[in-house]
C-alpha cells in the first residue's frame, strides 16, 4: 500500500511541477508582452528566445528540421524568426515581412529588439552609456583579459587612450609598407604554387590569412614572420622556441578557430577531455598567453632598463605597458603606476588587436578578391584605375601619401566599400539596456523595454531598400542589393556626362544615409584601426591586380587543354557554370561564428599575367 501511494505521489508531483512552470512561463510572457505593447515598437511573438545559449549552439539544429515538417499554418508567424542564422540567410526580409526596420521578437525568455532602421543605429550607437555591451559578448572577447572592445564607461575610456594614439598616420605608413613586402611574397608562393608551377583551382583563404597576420605582426608588434614553401612546410620548419610545442602563428590561428570552445567550455574540462579537439584548443590557448606572457616580461625589461626603442612598427606592447603612448610613462622603481593596465588586461588588448587587425582584415580582403574574379568587369576597371595610379613605377616606388588617397578615391575604394557593405565584419552589432530606453522611429516617440537584447543587423540595414538605390527591374527589390556591384558608390561628374563612371572622370562617392552603413560601427565606439584596415586591404589589392588577373577555377569541369581548344561561346557557357558554383558557395556556403567565413563549399580561383586571361 506504502509503495502504491508512493507510486501515485510521483506522478502528481511532476504534474504539479508542470503546471507551475506553465503558470510561471505563461506570466512571464505575459509580462514581456504588455512591456513590448507599450514600447510603440512593433513585435512579434515567439515561443523561444533565440540567444537562450542552449537554443543557440546546441539543440536549434536539429529542432529546426522537426518543426520545419509541421503544418505551415501552425509556425508561419513565428519559425524563422527563432533561426540563428536568420539575420545572415534573411538579411532584410524578416524586416519587410513585419513592415518596420525595427522590431521586438517577444517571448517567455525576453524581449528581443532587431534594428535595421539607420535613425535609431545612430541613437543606439551615440548613447553608450544608455546602450551597453552585452555579458555574452564579453565571455567571448574577454579569454585573455578585459579589453577596449568589451570594457565600458571609465575603463573603456581609459583603455581606449592609451590605444588610439597608436593609430596615426606614421604607423599606418607602416602597415602599407609591410603590407606591399608581405603581399609580393604571397603572390610568390601562388605562383610556385606549393610545386614549383601555378596550379588552377588554387584556394587562397588560408594564404590571405596568413598575409594579415604576418602584417599586424611586424607592423604592430615587431614580430617578423616570413613566408615558406606552403603552410604545412612553413609549421614542419618555422622555428618553435625551446619551452613551446607550437609557433606563434599556429598558436593564435588555434585560438582564433577555437575561440568558442574557449570561451564556454571551462579549462579543466578541455584539457582532460576525452575530445582531441577540445585538448588541441585548450593547448593553443596556453601556448599563445605563454608567448604573450613570455613578450610582456621581456618588454618590461627593456622598458626598465631604457633599451626598448624598436626599429620597426608600432610597438602596441610598449605603449599598452607605458600607457596612453607616453613614453615617460611606466614601470619607476618597479611600481607600476595604478594608470596603468595590469597584465591582465594588457593580454587582453593584445589578443582583440590581433583578432580585429587579422581576421577581419584577411576577410574583406579575400572576399574582395573572389567577387572580382567573379565580376571580370570591376576587376578591368580596377586594373585601369590601377595604371592610372602607378603607370610604370616598380612597387618599391609607391608612394603612401600621394597613391593612397587615389586608391581610396577611385574604384579600390568602391570595391572595399561594396565588400563590406554585402559581409561586414561582424552581422551584428549587439547592445542591451539596463533600463528602459526611449527612441525616436520616423518622429514616433518610442522606448526600448529594459533588461533587452538590442541587435543592430549590418546585414539587413546595408540592403534596405528604403535607403539605398536599387537599379533593378526585377520585381524582387533585393535582387540588386544582393550583388556585388562597385559602381553603385561612384556618383559620375555631371559635366562627363552618362557613360562618366567607365570613363573615370568621378566627382565624390555616394554616401549612405547616417547608420545606413555601419562595417565598422560608428560614433564614440567605432573601430579605431579602420584607417589601418583600409590600408592593408588597398595595397594588398593594388599589388595584385596590378600586375595580374584573378579568374575562376574551371578545372573541374575542364582541363587547360580542353579550354584553349573551346570558342568564345563555349568558354562563356564554361565561366557560367563556375560562376554559379562560385556564388553558390558566397551565399549559401558562408556562415556566422564571430565573422562571416565560408563553411561550405569552396571558390578556387587561378591567377595569371594581364593579357593571358582566358574569359574576359
Not at 567605432?526 to 574551371?554: H, M, N, P, W
Request: proline content about 5%; hydrophobic content about 40%.
Amino acid at each position: 500500500m506504502g509503495m502504491l501511494s508512493g507510486m501515485v505521489s510521483l506522478p502528481a508531483c511532476v504534474g504539479v511541477l508542470t503546471v507551475l512552470y506553465a503558470v510561471y512561463y505563461y506570466r512571464c510572457y505575459a509580462h514581456y508582452l504588455a512591456e513590448a505593447k507599450q514600447s510603440g515598437i512593433p513585435y512579434v511573438v515567439v515561443p523561444i528566445r533565440m540567444h537562450n545559449m542552449f537554443w543557440h549552439f546546441i539543440v536549434s539544429k536539429y529542432c529546426l528540421i522537426l518543426l520545419r515538417k509541421l503544418p505551415t499554418s501552425w509556425t508561419h508567424s513565428w519559425l524563422d524568426f527563432v533561426d540563428p542564422e536568420w539575420d545572415w540567410s534573411q538579411h532584410h526580409k524578416l524586416f519587410a515581412r513585419v513592415g518596420s526596420d525595427i522590431f521586438i521578437a517577444c517571448s517567455p525568455g525576453g524581449n528581443m529588439v532587431w534594428v535595421a532602421h539607420p535613425e535609431s543605429i545612430s541613437q543606439v550607437l551615440s548613447r553608450p552609456k544608455d546602450f551597453l555591451k552585452p555579458p555574452g559578448l564579453s565571455r567571448v572577447l574577454d579569454i585573455y583579459g578585459p579589453n577596449v572592445l568589451t570594457s565600458e564607461g571609465a575603463l573603456w575610456r581609459r583603455h581606449r587612450k592609451i590605444i588610439a594614439p597608436q593609430f596615426h598616420e606614421e604607423n599606418t605608413q607602416l602597415v602599407w609598407t609591410e603590407t606591399l613586402q608581405q603581399c609580393q611574397s604571397m603572390l610568390g608562393l601562388w605562383l610556385r604554387g606549393c610545386s614549383g608551377e601555378n596550379k588552377p583551382g588554387y584556394i587562397i583563404g588560408q594564404d590571405v590569412m596568413r598575409l594579415s597576420l604576418h602584417v599586424i605582426s611586424k607592423a604592430g608588434f615587431g614580430i617578423g614572420l616570413t613566408w615558406g614553401d606552403s603552410e604545412e612546410a612553413e609549421e614542419a620548419t618555422g622555428d618553435v622556441p625551446t619551452g613551446h610545442k607550437m609557433s606563434f602563428r599556429e598558436a593564435l590561428g588555434g585560438v582564433l578557430h577555437d575561440i568558442f570552445s574557449i570561451a564556454l567550455i571551462p579549462s579543466w574540462v578541455m584539457k582532460s577531455a576525452p575530445n582531441k579537439s577540445l585538448r588541441k584548443a585548450y593547448q593553443t590557448y596556453e601556448e599563445w598567453a605563454q608567448y604573450m606572457k613570455e613578450m610582456l616580461a621581456a618588454k618590461k625589461q627593456e622598458i626598465k632598463k631604457g633599451t626598448d626603442e624598436q626599429e620597426e612598427g608600432m610597438d602596441l606592447m610598449g605603449a599598452l605597458i607605458k600607457g596612453a603612448g607616453n613614453k615617460s610613462f611606466g614601470p619607476k622603481n618597479g611600481v607600476v603606476p595604478s594608470e596603468s593596465l595590469s597584465d591582465e588586461e594588457i593580454l587582453g588588448n593584445l589578443f582583440v588587436l590581433l583578432f580585429a587587425g587579422h581576421e577581419t582584415t584577411a576577410n574583406s580582403i579575400h572576399y574582395s578578391i573572389l567577387y572580382l574574379a567573379l565580376h571580370t568587369a570591376a576587376q578591368s576597371r580596377l586594373q585601369k584605375d590601377l595604371d592610372g595610379i602607378f603607370g610604370d613605377r616598380p612597387i618599391s616606388e609607391w608612394d603612401f601619401h600621394n597613391d593612397l588617397p587615389k586608391l581610396q578615391a577611385g574604384m579600390a575604394g568602391a570595391i572595399l566599400n561594396e565588400e563590406l557593405r554585402l559581409i561586414a565584419p561582424l552581422i551584428i552589432i549587439l547592445k542591451r539596456t539596463h533600463r528602459p530606453q526611449p527612441i525616436t522611429i520616423d518622429s514616433k516617440p518610442c522606448v526600448i523595454p529594459g533588461n533587452a537584447p538590442v541587435l543592430l543587423v549590418t546585414s539587413a540595414v546595408h540592403r534596405n531598400t528604403n535607403y539605398w538605390p536599387s537599379n533593378t527591374s526585377s520585381s524582387d527589390p533585393y535582387v540588386d542589393l544582393d550583388q556585388f556591384r562597385p559602381d553603385r558608390w561612384l556618383i559620375p561628374n555631371e559635366k562627363a556626362g552618362a557613360d562618366a563612371i567607365t570613363e573615370n572622370e568621378i566627382s565624390t562617392f555616394y554616401r549612405p544615409q547616417k547608420g545606413a552603413y555601419i562595417p565598422f560601427s560608428e560614433g564614440v565606439r567605432a573601430c579605431v584601426g579602420r584607417r589601418f584596415a583600409d590600408t592593408e586591404v588597398f595595397a594588398a589589392l593594388a599589388v595584385i591586380f596590378k600586375q595580374y588577373s584573378i579568374e575562376l577555377a574551371v578545372d573541374k569541369w575542364a582541363s587547360d587543354a580542353e579550354v584553349a581548344n573551346m570558342d568564345k561561346t563555349q568558354r562563356k557557357e564554361l565561366w557560367n557554370t563556375a560562376a554559379e558554383s562560385a556564388t553558390k558557395c558566397l551565399t549559401e556556403g558562408i556562415t556566422a561564428e564571430i565573422t562571416l567565413q565560408i563553411r561550405k563549399g569552396e571558390v578556387p580561383i587561378r591567377i595569371v599575367k594581364r593579357g593571358e586571361e582566358r574569359f574576359l
